[in-house]
């Protein structure tokens, strides 16, 4: 069944390719170009390292990713939603309501990705327990206008009998996604240029999951329904 959802997804990201690139690609180019230019800031050297200069980049990095990405991924979240209700958004009409579920998609993220790293912490597994068990969190918070705590709970709860087709079909997309990135990035090693495109395409193909996701997200709201 796994491979059904998996095989759906993909057939709707390429069917949907052009409408979700024009609605995350500019946001990941803008982050993408700032941390390429933070990085040429940094000496060739870790011994002429300064840590203030590190510090000061990764204060300015991490800002801007926690600004704009409510931004984007709440508007392909929403693009999402259109398409299977029938009546696809526009690009900029998906951006402007986005703005809408900014703050409550922000801290969604922000309390998730602290579960996440706390289990983690625990060896590992019970992370991606976590991780998968909220992976329904994004789609409360701005699909039924949910607050953070509320999205992370309702996750919790519908996930436990999804549990091993999420496992499996994330499990093989981010695993996939780490192997090309890690061996295209062994070939262009010392090609700053190219692996910023590389980085920036690997980034854009990161909606595969929540495409995913959403998939069996959909399997589960249907299954809810009075019959």
């Known amino acids: 069944m796994s491979f059904d959802y998996l095989r759906q997804s993909l057939?709707?990201?390429?069917?949907?390719?052009?409408?979700?690139?024009?609605?995350?690609?500019?946001?990941?180019?803008?982050?993408?170009f700032v941390q390429f230019q933070l990085i040429q800031q940094?000496?060739?050297t870790a011994e002429d390292l300064p840590m203030e200069l590190v510090q000061r980049n990764l204060f300015i990095s991490s800002a801007l990713d926690l600004t704009l990405m409510p931004i984007y991924w709440g508007a392909t979240l929403l693009?999402?939603?259109?398409?299977?209700?029938?009546?696809?958004?526009?690009?900029?009409?998906?951006l402007g309501l986005s703005l809408a579920c900014w703050g409550r998609l922000l801290v969604t993220y922000i309390l998730s990705v602290l579960a996440i790293s706390f289990g983690l912490v625990l060896l590992i597994i019970p992370g991606i327990y976590i991780g998968v068990r909220l992976a329904f969190a994004e789609f409360y918070c701005v699909m039924e206008g949910m607050g953070p705590v509320d999205a992370i709970k309702a996750s919790w709860n519908k996930t436990s009998d999804f549990f091993w087709p999420l496992l499996q079909g994330l499990a093989l997309i981010f695993g996939v996604l780490l192997l090309a990135e890690t061996l295209i990035g062994q070939m262009l090693q010392g090609q700053q240029g190219a692996m910023m495109l590389v980085s920036l395409v690997i980034q854009f193909l990161g909606v595969l999951p929540t495409i995913y996701a959403y998939r069996i997200y959909c399997?589960?709201?249907?299954?809810d329904k009075p019959a």
Do not use: C, E
């Open 79 to 94: 693009y999402l939603q259109s398409v299977l209700q029938g009546t696809p958004l526009a690009a900029g009409r998906a």
């Open 42 to 44: 940094l000496p060739d």
């Open 219 to 223: 399997v589960m709201k249907a299954d």
């Open 11 to 32: 057939f709707f990201f390429r069917n949907h390719l052009h409408r979700l690139a024009l609605i995350q690609l500019p946001f990941l180019a803008i982050l993408a």
